[in-house]
């Protein structure tokens, strides 16, 4: 029997290569986000609003499927310094706190041993996972709205544990790559861990922007 005359015989070549190339072009434009981010978080307090647009960027790619222009994420991360300036200093001044805490731990200064370790990394983990997921929220709104988004995943963990489980995971892991690799690299991680934050809550209802 002959093949059918419509298809030509090297077609799934054709789309395996399209494929490959589709999956190459979404990892650059992810690895170009993350370095956007480290860019743009260079001061150090413009951590949050620099998360906040690129959070905004990737629901708009997942949206219409296609990235915002320039001018549109400069606009959004204008909008977004006011609140996001004091959201850095609080998530900044905790991180230093638990990695005091986790240090202090390792090196026996405070008594506990493994299982104090072994607790506090969990409970580091859990809080990493929480705001992940509010970072996923404010992007959803446009990238403002910190306060609002931060009261909406409080309420959504508890009905949603495996995705905050989830959460935790990638952003655990995300911070063992971290130390692992070298510098340079650490860009391009975080845009993918900020992607797979968004994929994880892909099917959270899309709320109407709200003010920070």
Known sequence: MS???DVPA????????????DTAREAT???????????AALPVLTLAPAVA????????????????????????????LPAGL??????????ALLAADLLALITGRVPGGGPALALTAVVVAVLLGYAGLVAVAV????GRGWRAAARRVARSC?????????????CALAVVLGVLVTPVAVPILG??????????????????PEPS
């Not at 004091?86 to 991180?95: F, G, K």
């Not at 992007?139 to 446009?142: F, I, P, Q, V, W």
């Not at 508890?158 to 990638?170: D, I, L, M, Q, T």
């Open 3 to 5: 093949a059918p005359t």
């Open 10 to 21: 090297h077609s799934d070549t054709a789309l395996a290569r399209g494929d490959w190339r």
């Open 29 to 39: 434009d992810l690895a170009l986000l993350g370095f956007a981010v480290a860019l």
């Open 53 to 80: 647009t690129a959070g905004a960027a990737l629901h708009d790619r997942s949206v219409t499927g296609a990235w915002p222009d320039a001018r549109t994420s400069l606009a959004r991360f204008g909008r977004a």
């Open 86 to 95: 004091a959201v850095s200093a609080v998530a900044l001044a905790a991180a």
């Open 139 to 142: 992007g959803r709104t446009g």
């Open 158 to 170: 508890p009905e949603r544990p495996g995705v905050w489980a989830a959460a935790s995971g990638v």
């Open 191 to 208: 845009g993918y861990t900020l992607a797979a934050l968004h994929a994880l809550d892909a099917r959270r209802p899309v709320p109407a």
